[in-house]
C-alpha cells in the first residue's frame, strides 16, 4: 500500500503533466472542439482506459519488452501515426455545417471512446514514461511493488480524467460557438487534419 504523503505528491505530479502540452490534451481538446463536449468527455474516458493497459503492462513487466525491443517498439509506433493520419484524412474530408445536420453526424459515442483507446494504446511512449515514472513512487518496503504500481496507475487515471475532462468541457463549449458558421466548422475541421497530421509526424519520429 502506498503512503498518503506519496500518493498526494504523485497526484500533485501527474496533474501537472496533464497539464503540460501533449498529443493527448490536444487529441481531447480538438475532438471536443470539433464534436463536441460530449465526445470530449467519452475521447478522455477511452484515453483513461489505455493508461489501465500501460499500468498492467508495468506492473506485469510487458513494458520492460517493449523497452528493449526497437521492432516492437517501431511497430506500435507506426501503427499510431497511421491510424492519426487516417484521422487527419477524415477531419479533412468532412464536411462543413451544423453538428446537428443530417449531412454532419455526431461522433458516436463508441466510437468517440475507441479514438481514446487507440490513441493511447497505440503510443510506445506513454509506456515508457510509465516504465521510468511509476517506479519512482513504489517502495518495496511497503509490499508488493506490482500492486502499487496499479494504485499509482488509478490516481494517474484520476488526475488525467479532471484534467482532459476539464479541457474537453472547454473545448466543447468554444467549438459550439464554432460550429454554428459553416465556414467556421469547414476551418476548424481543417485545423483538427493538420493537427492530427502533425501528431502522427511526432509519433512516427519519435525515438526511445
Not at 517506479?135 to 511497503?142: C, H, I, M, Y
Amino acid at each position: 500500500m502506498i503512503d498518503t504523503s506519496v500518493a498526494l505528491a504523485f497526484f500533485g505530479a501527474a496533474v501537472l503533466l496533464a497539464l503540460s502540452p501533449g498529443p493527448d490534451n490536444l487529441f481531447v481538446l480538438m475532438q471536443s472542439a470539433t464534436h463536441g463536449r460530449r465526445a470530449g468527455l467519452l475521447v478522455t474516458l477511452g484515453l483513461c482506459t489505455g493508461l489501465l493497459g500501460h499500468t498492467a503492462a508495468v506492473a506485469l513487466g510487458l513494458a520492460a519488452v517493449l523497452a528493449a525491443s526497437p521492432w516492437a517498439f517501431g511497430v506500435l509506433k507506426l501503427l499510431g501515426a497511421a491510424y492519426l493520419l487516417y484521422l487527419a484524412w477524415g477531419a479533412w474530408r468532412a464536411p462543413a455545417g451544423p453538428i446537428d445536420a443530417a449531412r454532419v453526424p455526431p461522433l458516436q459515442p463508441l466510437a468517440a471512446y475507441g479514438r481514446g483507446i487507440v490513441m493511447n494504446l497505440t503510443n510506445p511512449k506513454v509506456a515508457l514514461f510509465f516504465l521510468a515514472f511509476l517506479p519512482q513512487f513504489a517502495d518495496p518496503s511497503r509490499g508488493a511493488v506490482a500492486l502499487q504500481m496499479l494504485q499509482l496507475g488509478a490516481l494517474f487515471m484520476v488526475a488525467t480524467l479532471l484534467t482532459f475532462g476539464s479541457f474537453a468541457v472547454f473545448a466543447g463549449w468554444i467549438g459550439a460557438a464554432l460550429r454554428r458558421s459553416a465556414r467556421a466548422q469547414r476551418w476548424l475541421n481543417r485545423a483538427a487534419a493538420v493537427v492530427f497530421a502533425g501528431l502522427a509526424a511526432r509519433l512516427a519520429l519519435t525515438t526511445r
